[in-house]
């Protein structure tokens, strides 16, 4: 399992349309799908119900859902933490005049 297809999936999961998923995560369609249907491979599950006109969660992608969102909030998290020990300044400035 990795981050990036947990990032697809919150992707998908957040517009109900893989290519409109796509294109916010600049990667081809059938990139994108590729990789989800590999993860619900890996989980032995299906997450999306996908229909000519629809896509949504199944049970099983409504679980995985939150610990996604929770694990690359835990990444991103790591990441800052690092970049701070370093030295590296990151972070949100709002300049009002």
């Given amino acids: 399992m990795e981050l990036q297809q947990m990032r697809y999936v919150v992707a998908v999961a957040e517009t109900s349309n893989f290519t409109r998923a796509a294109e916010q995560c600049l990667v081809v369609q059938s990139a994108l799908s590729h990789q989800i249907a590999r993860l619900e491979r890996e989980l032995g599950a299906k997450l999306f119900e996908r229909t000519s006109r629809r896509v949504r969660l199944t ?12 694990a690359l909030d835990a990444a991103e998290r790591a990441r800052a933490e690092v970049a701070a020990a370093a030295g590296e300044i990151r972070g ?3 300049i009002g005049a």
């Fill in 59 to 70: 049970p099983a992608g409504a679980a995985f859902l939150p610990a996604a969102r929770q």
């Fill in 92 to 94: 949100r400035l709002a």
